[in-house]
């Protein structure tokens, strides 16, 4: 039971269906900042940071993948995994939301952010778990060189 809710939590961290949830909350909180702009102003802000959130979510689900992988230990990997992607993440929101003139754009982000540090380091965190300990698997293990015994593709490669 233990390791269900963690693998669970995961699966969800790493679905479309994920991000599209936790985007449409703030991409509702962000038409419901900036309605005083006017209702069309407001929502093209509110689609526009809905999209920004699920493209971010699954991009940096992908970059924390990759900058895990990076230093020699898994827990300087879990480190440059959770400040790389949050760098890119709010460089990435500001950016745009300055691009489409965004009126209150810390006021828009302000309640995305301990969400988004939180799913970073959760995220994180998951990987850098199931490295330090082999006994918990859940779909990321580092890749292991192939023996020249075993078939081009692996063990469960496809005929």
């Known amino acids: 039971m233990r390791d269900r809710f963690p693998g669970g939590l995961y699966r969800l961290m790493d679905s479309p269906l994920g991000a599209v949830l ?71 929101l500001i950016s745009v939301h300055l691009f489409i003139g965004t009126p209150s754009i810390l006021l828009t982000l302000a309640p995305g952010l301990a969400p988004t540090i939180g799913f970073a380091v959760i995220y994180s965190m998951l990987m850098y778990r199931e490295n330090a300990d082999d006994a918990w698997t859940l779909a990321l293990k580092r890749c292991r060189p192939v023996a020249a015994t075993t078939p081009l593709g692996g063990p469960h490669a496809r005929a």
């Open 22 to 92: 936790g985007a449409m909350a703030y991409g509702l909180w962000a038409l419901f900042v900036n309605r005083h702009v006017g209702w069309p102003r407001a929502v093209l802000i509110g689609v526009a940071h809905w999209t920004m959130s699920v493209i971010i979510t699954m991009s940096c689900v992908a970059l924390m993948r990759a900058l895990f992988w990076l230093p020699s230990t898994p827990k300087r990997g879990a480190l440059l995994a959770i400040t790389g992607s949050l760098t890119l993440t709010y460089t990435l």
